[in-house]
């Protein structure tokens, strides 16, 4: 799995008709900044309104995935989003002008190879995982549904589908490596069975269903008369059930295609928790309803174990190393007071202080009671946001960085030898002239241990 974020490297844009909607829709992938997310916009409404991938946003299961937000609508994106994850794209717009995604081939293959035409661009940033800690169960006794989120360092799904179809029978399909989701995952379409398409065209869906963007399963004798009958609703001339069971004689790409394809929906739908996601995926019999209450649980259970202090993985790769951070700050022992850098962004910078016994400032401040000063802490922190102001100039090794001032800072909790230091600072006002104002927040784990408001400048060393 990617660590660090990533978005595409341009726009592009793919065309087709809705699934259900039936409607043509010019669809628009493009690049986003860190910590973004996973974005659509209907561009053809009034005030062109963003829609968030969210789980919270989700008004619609029936035979698809269908989110609303702030007057816009988005039907059926799971194919997309299983695209876009499987991918491992965090950051990226989907700009719409109709209600609905091409539906392609009934697969998210299509949708890839138009990402993958775009290019992917790793970006300055950790992924922020959502890591299930403990199992997380959800059942749906009436439809038979079970689905598990048991604790992985890795992201894999098992899906298993079973029903009672002579035709299909029980099938299972696994996903071990995302990095596999376009070979083995991507090109499953979807599908349903033939005593569903009439009540599908009565509820005013499958407007823009065809016999090459589904697979229908016929588990029953047909008549002639009503082969007829769909090759009419169809706009075809003649429809056939081949001996397998598969409407005009459309041949399977997998053996267990259908239960390749639901866990394709399983991958879409978990999009919606806002997070890539580190856990084994169980899923028995799942489908959209399930999938999106399941969201809700992991959801629901990452927000309860949240806190606002920065997640931190030592083993996660650095932004910027100590190395790099010689190379931009003029600091030297014994005032640099940063370790590395692991995010930065246009308005954020993150950043860690090791605290250990070694600090040469022990050794005059409590001796025997090591404290961590508390100006240094903002020292520390000044460094930080030093990092995030020089990050705006072509050439940070020609300038200085300057106090100007501090305000309202807090200490909340010492800090002592063997705490890590975590250091946020986020500006609180564009740069103007060459004048920083940003607040910066130090945490040790989750506990919150200073924070204050912090004026800078930065000056040409020629000037």
């Not at 989700?58 to 039907?75: A, F, K, L, P, W």
């Not at 940063?338 to 090791?354: F, P, Q, R, S």
């Not at 920083?436 to 000037?463: F, H, P, Q, W």
Request: net charge negative; with cysteine; glycine share 6%.
């Amino acid at each position: 799995m990617y660590l660090k974020q990533h978005t595409i490297k341009k726009e592009v844009t793919l065309s087709g008709v809705g699934l259900h909607t039936g409607v043509d829709t010019l669809m628009t992938f493009a690049p986003a900044p860190i910590d973004h997310g996973i974005k659509f916009q209907r561009i053809d409404l009034d005030g062109q309104p963003i829609i968030d991938a969210d789980v919270d946003n989700v008004v619609d299961v029936s035979r698809g995935t269908s989110i609303e937000q702030n007057g816009g609508r988005i039907n059926t994106v799971e194919h997309t989003l299983a695209a876009i994850v499987g991918l491992q794209i965090d950051n990226i717009l989907i700009k719409l002008d109709g209600p609905e995604p091409p539906i392609m081939d009934g697969s998210s293959i299509q949708f890839i190879e138009i990402l993958k035409e775009a290019g992917l661009e790793e970006q300055n940033a950790a992924r922020d995982f959502l890591e299930v800690t403990e199992s997380i169960f959800y059942n749906d006794h009436e439809r038979s549904v079970e689905m598990a989120a048991l604790p992985l360092d890795d992201y894999r799904l098992t899906v298993m589908v079973d029903y009672n179809s002579p035709v299909l029978g029980s099938q299972h399909a696994s996903l071990n490596d995302i990095s596999k989701f376009e070979e083995d995952v991507a090109s499953c379409r979807t599908f349903c069975f033939l005593h569903e398409l009439e009540m599908l065209h009565k509820n005013n869906l499958i407007k823009g269903g065809d016999l090459n963007n589904a697979i229908v399963v016929v588990d029953r004798v047909v008549k002639e008369d009503e082969l007829d009958h769909l090759a009419e609703l169809f706009n075809k001339p003649k429809v056939e059930v081949k001996k397998e069971g598969i409407l005009n004689n459309v041949d399977l790409r997998y053996k267990n295609e259908p239960a390749r394809h639901k866990l394709l929906d399983v991958v879409g739908d978990l999009a919606l928790v806002g997070k890539p996601i580190k856990a084994q995926i169980l899923a028995a019999r799942p489908g959209h309803a399930a999938n999106v209450e399941f969201a809700k649980k992991l959801k629901k259970a990452m927000l309860k174990g949240s806190s606002s202090a920065p997640k931190y993985d030592p083993s996660m790769p650095a932004v910027y190393d100590i190395n790099e951070i010689t190379n931009i700050l003029p600091h030297r022992y014994p005032f640099l007071l940063i370790d590395k850098i692991i995010h930065i962004d246009e308005k954020t910078v993150t950043g860690i202080k090791n605290v250990t016994i070694n600090d040469n400032f022990f050794q005059g401040h409590f001796p025997n009671n090591p404290v961590m000063p508390g100006v240094l802490q903002i020292e520390a922190m000044a460094q930080i946001g030093g990092i995030l102001v020089l990050s705006t100039v072509d050439d940070p090794e020609n300038y200085w960085t300057y106090f100007l001032g501090v305000d309202g800072f807090r200490f909340r909790k010492m800090v002592t030898p063997g705490d890590t230091l975590i250091m946020k600072c986020e500006l609180s006002a564009p740069i103007k002239r060459g004048i920083a104002k940003m607040y910066g927040k130090a945490y040790v784990g989750k506990n919150l241990v200073c924070e204050g408001s912090m004026t800078a400048s930065i000056v040409r060393k020629d000037a």
